[in-house]
T-cell receptor, first 117, second 111 residues
């Protein structure tokens, strides 16, 4: 089956530092990947759509200069949280849409738990 | 109005019982509908897609009512391993593949 990995699984960083999260599709190519965020007891919220070879599309209210997305290859997208603050602490989950497959298919990574102190 | 609404529960149900969850969505032009399952501190996993004609996968039955903008999930003969949060998920916008998630319904199956 389709596997998506994320690294790191969890990270604790100090306020003001930047954190990079990687999302990889291990056995399929994905021109399109998605980044979601989930706060405790809340639903997953789509942050942005990442497209290989072009700029990401951000959802309303998500600062593109704070959450930098780079989709450099068909199997890798990265999310960099710049100048992280405690309110950025959350569970960040990526998903990847296989280039070959049903239009609705998305496979989720295991998530990255970010804690900013 | 929230885009995808679910009763958060928790639903405490004895093993072997039948339980049903409902979900409503706000955008009548929504394209695709799904139920995902999310275990504590894990990523969501696709349980099943939901079709207008209704569909069944083993003990799980999903139904969609487009007129009422309403989706349901029925679990029969519930198992302890069914304990999880069930997320109602909708692809709302034509041309966009990002998913809109409900907050989830927490289900606890009791022995």
């Amino acid at each position: 089956g389709a596997v998506v990995s994320q690294h790191p699984s969890w990270v604790i960083c100090k306020s003001g530092t930047s954190v990079k999260i990687e999302c990889r599709s291990l056995d399929f190519q994905a021109t399109t990947m998605f980044w979601y965020r989930q706060f405790p007891k809340q639903s997953l919220m789509l942050m942005a759509t990442s497209n290989e070879g072009s700029k990401a599309t951000y959802e309303q209210g998500v600062e593109k200069d704070k959450f930098l997305i780079n989709h450099a290859s068909l199997t890798l997208s990265t999310l960099t949280v710049t100048s992280a603050h405690p309110e950025d602490s959350s569970f960040y989950i990526c998903s990847a849409k296989p280039d070959r497959g049903a239009s609705y298919e998305q496979y989720f990574g295991p998530g990255t738990r970010l804690t900013v102190t | 109005r929230k885009e995808v609404e679910q009763d958060p529960g928790p639903f405490n149900v004895p093993e072997g019982a039948t339980v049903a969850f409902n979900c409503t969505y706000s955008n009548s032009a929504s394209q695709s509908f799904f139920w995902y399952r999310q275990d504590c501190r894990k990523e969501p996993k696709l349980l099943m897609s939901v079709y207008s004609s209704g569909n069944e996968d083993g003990r799980f039955t999903a139904q969609l009512n487009r007129a009422s903008q309403y989706i349901s999930l029925l679990i029969r003969d519930s198992k302890l391993s069914d304990s999880a949060t069930y997320l109602c998920v909708v692809n709302m916008y034509l041309g966009a593949d990002g998913l809109t998630f409900g907050k989830g319904t927490h289900l606890i199956i009791q022995p």
